[in-house]
């Protein structure tokens, strides 16, 4: 499937999901910001087709790094690049939620919540990098019960939220909003002390 989201022309990777549709959510609020990540270091953890990396690119990351570990994503994510006229960045399948990359400035996440365990986990990896490297985190979700109930959203600020078309809330169990959030300060300093 071929999309063009925004300026963005992507090659969809995800097969009986409407990714695109979450993309362009995550997509439009990074290039409507492009603060977000204009010279920043750039990790899009749960990469799929790579429309988040593309969109940190066109908005001036000073690098990017793709990560999914679907090894089509990684292909996929290339050839959007190409598609979209720019050299391709890095794009990694291995997991990186238990490695500590370095140097990280921005680590992004798009609808990466879909179970408890993978939560706790990337909460974890979360803090860590936060608290070692004042990472800051941009998280994209669709209000998914896994990241709505964890402990998680308690520590975050909502920056942006859009309404999903019909087709996607029928698809998705009636999920409504796609929500970008960002690490309120305070958690910072919480992270810091303990």
Not at 1 to 16: Q, W
Not at 64 to 89: H, Q, R, S, W
Request: proline letters at 4%; one cysteine or more; glycine letters at 8%.
């Amino acid at each position: 499937m071929k999309a063009h989201l925004r300026n963005v022309a992507l090659v969809d990777c995800v097969s009986g999901w409407n990714a695109s549709v979450l993309d362009e959510k995550q997509i439009k609020y990074l290039l409507d910001n492009p603060g977000v990540t204009k010279d920043k270091k750039v990790l899009d953890l749960g990469s799929g087709c790579g429309a988040s990396s593309i969109a940190a690119r066109l908005s001036g990351a000073s690098q990017v790094l793709a990560n999914d570990i679907d090894p089509v994503a990684t292909i996929v994510t290339t050839l959007n690049c190409e598609l979209n006229g720019m050299k391709p960045f890095p794009v990694v399948s291995k997991n990186l939620i238990g490695t500590k990359p370095e140097n990280l400035e921005l680590i992004l996440l798009g609808d990466m919540f879909h179970e408890q365990q993978l939560a706790d986990r990337l909460h974890c990896r979360l803090r860590e990098c936060i608290r070692t490297h004042r990472t800051q985190v941009l998280i994209g979700d669709p209000g998914r019960v896994q990241f709505e109930g964890h402990t998680i959203r308690q520590h975050l600020q909502k920056l942006a939220g859009f309404q999903l078309p019909d087709s996607v809330r029928e698809q998705n169990y009636g999920l409504t909003t796609f929500n970008n959030f960002i690490f309120a300060e305070l958690y910072f300093n919480t992270c810091e002390n303990t």
